[in-house]
């Protein structure tokens, strides 16, 4: 390799003069350097250090729980000056496996990709399916995974909660947002047969009806569930250290959030009310009433702010689903096989994180031909190369945690 | 609508043809490529079957019929001793006998197995999950889950394992400093669970690194996991864990 | 169904279309050749009647015989998607102009087409791999790229490769119990 050496010292490779240096080539490559000279114009800019800075790499396992990622810091002292992130390293193939499997086994497919919001993720691919086979889904149905979803963004939102102040260092509110989880993942444990990846929405309806364990669960923790997380929220809402170390970082404006593709409370919290519940309604959403939180700041408060009094709204719209929910059956009638005509679809739900899609495309077999599924966390993560430089590297992890990744979403 | 004799606009989907012929080339026929607009009718396609030009299987048993295989039971395996031991008992001549000093100090280890944090998809949320209030960890000493490797006694592989990660994960195992074990937790790390036919995970970790306990589930419950767990307290105060004798890669015979 | 939209983008784009515009439930396509997916996408985005300011999707397609570029958009104005297939990609070097000047968000979804199918955006600033290892050689979503298990078990034709996945290895087609009813 003869290309230049990418931050001004000998070549990795080169044989050292000095007879005191050896390089551990038993223990491997520690550098974030990439040993290939860079090939794209991102690359050798990012790759090439001024005065005084240096990599620090991130890797995949680190303490912050967002899962699997690596970040390579370039460093001017403290402050973070760019930022690259590798990512790939929980990358499943969920495309390609969705491309051999039957329809109703790629419900299953799509479900460990977010997995603390799954029924998010059934939804886009269930509802595309249903626009292939013009199938109409039963309102009772409808409802049913409204209320189911509903209950899994409260869920999302108390762990986003407990992972903002676990990034900020606080390690007391997880484990309230963990009570707040646990008490709802034992609900839909009872409605749909699992903790975490429920598998529970079904092309035409959804897997079983409501019953006495979940009703009674649901009434018992709604009765409780506004005071309790009042309570939760007043640890950080008035804790001055929070409320300042978050005010003012990370500001999205407008513009930059349309520029970055950014969805969801990311974007709501930036003055933007796009809600696509209300923006491009789907299921029973006209139905229901229920406000849509914005903030005018875009800053890290601000997007916390936004999730807080979403989960409100939901509680509203939890309310709502109860009192409103008809009778009939919980599924259509579809036959054993599938084969939908062959055609595109696109569906969008509004998750936790901002748009979940999945654009199906059928060739009349009983196996998609294409399905691609659109992520919100792949996108905000862009962001981060955005909003991240300038700042303090504690307060750089507090702007990624704002920005609620999952990472298996992002990796697929 | 762009609607043409009853059927949507052209996919570009196959040779427009309906017969198959099996392709002596990687990928669908390009030669009989229609650029524009291909049409269809509106019956059910047939599928894009594509025949195996790639490898065949050598055993002359493959693809015809043949009598019953002569090895069916997993038992029977065992005892006619083709396969290694997988109950991870030490034998051979060599046999050392624990001390009063080594019961102390196995017991002091299986009360305070400080776990990594290597939580890599949904089952570190149930691991997260099993450390915290409900589901309490920290009664068996299990509360820090440390973030660096060289302080952590136990792996908890909690999640996918991609070929991409498995050599920064194989590096922390590697650096974890001994005595220490691995648990695999949840049907990815135990077999490939669910991404078993994917090209990007790596079919179980025990491919990559000795295992002491599978916890199978997806994911596991909470309990499951510190059931587990608990195994793994067995596993040390007995000495059953003797590290450096483990396998790496399963102890399952081939054949079976 | 928005049939307002269609005659807007007839009246718009009508010469650039290579297609009828489709239109089924609340989606509406437009096929256009790559090469005009700058301009066209510069004017859903400028434009004040249309203002397609959301660019919520971005993927590639390998239809077995070409490849094709689908981008989805969101508009205030209408209550449908907005489908902009950028149709005719070669399958030996495929190539579309990048829409990262018009949205930076744009930029991962498009290494990500490149790493899954190879697409070439041109434009933009970083097309690298993105979720396999750089040094990776095979493009996974493309249709030439198989499963292992499906080279390895296609020997029968029509045999479906998703009763095999937990059978031993000398299972048999002939062997496997459950049958499909229709």
Redesign the interface.
């Known amino acids: 390799m003869t290309a230049a050496p990418p931050h001004g010292h000998a070549h990795r490779d080169a044989p050292s003069d000095d007879p005191r240096v050896r390089l551990d080539e038993a223990a491997?490559v520690f550098e974030p350097v990439?040993p290939?000279p860079p090939?794209?114009?991102?690359?050798s800019e990012f790759y090439t250090l001024g005065d005084g800075e240096m990599f620090i790499n991130m890797?995949?396992?680190?303490?912050s729980?967002h899962?699997?990622l690596r970040i390579v810091l370039k460093l001017d002292g403290e402050q973070v000056v760019d930022l690259d992130p590798v990512?790939?390293?929980?990358?499943?193939?969920?495309?390609?496996?969705c491309?051999?499997?039957?329809y109703h086994?790629t419900i299953?497919?799509l479900d460990?990709l977010e997995?603390?919001s799954s029924l998010f993720c059934e939804w886009p691919g269930v509802m595309a399916f249903e626009?292939l086979l013009d199938v109409e889904v039963p309102r009772r149905a409808e409802y049913i995974r409204v209320l189911s979803t509903e209950l899994n963004r409260i869920l999302s939102h108390s762990m986003f909660i407990g992972w903002m102040a676990l990034d900020l260092g606080g390690l007391t509110p997880?484990?309230y947002g963990?009570?707040e989880?646990?008490e709802i993942?034992e609900m839909l444990a009872s409605l749909t047969g699992q903790?975490?990846?429920f598998n529970y929405l079904r092309i035409g309806g959804v897997n079983g009806d409501l019953n006495h364990d979940f009703m009674s669960r649901l009434g018992d923790w709604m009765s409780r569930a506004t005071t309790q997380i009042e309570a939760n929220l007043t640890l950080l809402n008035e804790n001055e250290i929070f409320v300042r170390r978050m005010r003012g970082l990370g500001r999205l404006d407008k513009e930059t959030a349309?520029?970055?593709?950014?969805?969801g409370p990311n974007i709501r919290a930036s003055g933007v009310a796009?809600d696509f519940r209300r923006?491009?309604p789907y299921s029973v959403f006209p139905e229901l009433d229920f406000d849509i939180p914005t903030r005018e700041e875009g800053d890290c408060l601000a997007r916390y702010l936004v999730r807080v009094d979403e989960i409100k709204q939901s509680l509203r719209i939890i309310d709502q689903c109860l009192h409103q929910m008809p009778d009939g059956p919980i599924m259509a009638k579809l036959?054993?096989?599938l084969?939908p005509?062959?055609?595109?679809?696109?569906a969008?739900v509004e998750g936790p994180r901002g748009?979940y899609?999945a654009?199906v495309?059928s060739?009349?077999?009983?196996?998609p031909?294409?399905m691609?599924i659109?992520d919100p966390s792949?996108?905000h993560?862009?962001?981060v190369g955005?909003l991240m430089p300038g700042h303090l590297i504690a307060d750089a992890m507090a702007v990624m945690a704002s920005l609620d990744p999952i990472?298996?979403g992002v990796?697929? | 609508m762009g609607v043409r004799g009853g059927s949507t606009a052209g996919l570009g989907v196959g040779p427009s043809d309906a017969t198959q012929k099996p392709s002596d080339s990687a990928g669908n026929n390009a030669s009989n490529a229609n650029p524009g607009l291909i049409l269809r009718d509106t019956a059910v396609a047939e599928p894009i079957v594509v025949a195996n030009t790639l490898w065949r299987s050598t055993d002359p048993n493959a693809y015809v019929s043949s009598p019953e295989p002569d090895v069916t039971h997993l038992r029977e395996v065992e005892a006619s001793g083709i396969g290694r031991r997988d109950d991870a008992r030490w034998s051979g001549a060599l046999e050392v006998i624990p001390t009063k000093a080594d019961y102390v100090l196995d017991l002091i280890r299986a009360n305070s197995l400080w776990p990594l944090l290597s939580g890599l998809a949904c089952c570190a949320m149930e691991m997260m999950s099993s450390a915290t209030s409900r589901n309490d960890m920290d009664r068996w000493g299990m509360f820090p889950f440390r973030a660096s490797p060289r302080q952590a006694d136990v792996l908890i592989v909690a999640g996918t394992l991609t070929t991409k990660m498995a050599g920064p994960l194989v590096r922390l195992w590697e650096q974890m400093p001994e005595p220490k074990w691995c648990v695999a937790m949840g049907d990815c790390t135990c077999s490939g669970g669910r991404y078993k036919r994917s090209y990007a995970t790596i079919e179980g970790i025990d491919r990559v690194m000795p295992v002491d306990v599978y916890v199978p589930g997806c994911p596991p419950r909470p309990e499951g996991l510190i059931y587990g767990m608990m195994k793994l307290q067995q596993l040390v105060k007995d000495r059953r864990g003797h590290w450096p004798e483990r396998a790496i890669g399963p102890t399952v015979p081939e054949d079976v | 169904m928005d049939a307002a939209l269609k005659r807007r983008l007839e009246a718009r784009f009508g010469e650039r279309l290579t297609a009828p515009i489709a239109q089924r439930h609340d989606e509406t396509e437009i096929r256009i050749g790559p090469g005009d997916v700058p301009d066209v996408v510069r004017t859903l985005h400028d434009d004040a009647e249309l203002g397609f300011i959301l660019l919520a999707d971005l993927a590639g397609v390998d239809t077995g015989t070409h490849m094709q570029v689908v981008y989805h958009l969101w508009s205030e104005t209408t209550p449908d998607w907005l489908r902009v297939v950028a149709d005719g990609l070669s399958r030996d070097d495929p190539r579309c102009p990048s829409v990262t000047f018009l949205w930076q968000g744009a930029e991962w979804m498009e290494r990500e087409a490149y790493d899954m199918f190879g697409i070439t955006f041109e434009g933009n600033r970083d097309l690298r791999r993105i979720y396999m290892p750089p040094d990776y050689q095979a493009f996974p979503l493309r249709k030439d790229f198989f499963l292992p298990d499906d080279a390895a078990r296609s020997a029968g034709a029509g045999v479906r490769h998703i009763e095999q996945t937990h059978t031993p290895r000398n299972a048999r087609p002939d062997r496997v119990l459950r049958k499909v009813g229709a």
């Open positions: 491997g990439p290939y090939r794209t114009e991102r690359e890797g995949p396992q680190h303490p729980t899962g699997v990512l790939g390293y929980l990358h499943r193939g969920v495309e390609k496996l491309e051999n499997a039957d086994h299953a497919y460990p997995y603390i626009k997880i484990l963990l009570i989880r646990d993942a903790r975490l990846l349309f520029r970055m593709a950014v969805t796009l923006g491009h036959p054993r096989l084969r005509r062959p055609g595109r679809a696109y969008a748009q899609a654009y495309i060739d009349g077999t009983d196996q031909f294409r691609r659109h792949f996108v993560l862009q962001s955005v990472m298996g990796d697929k």
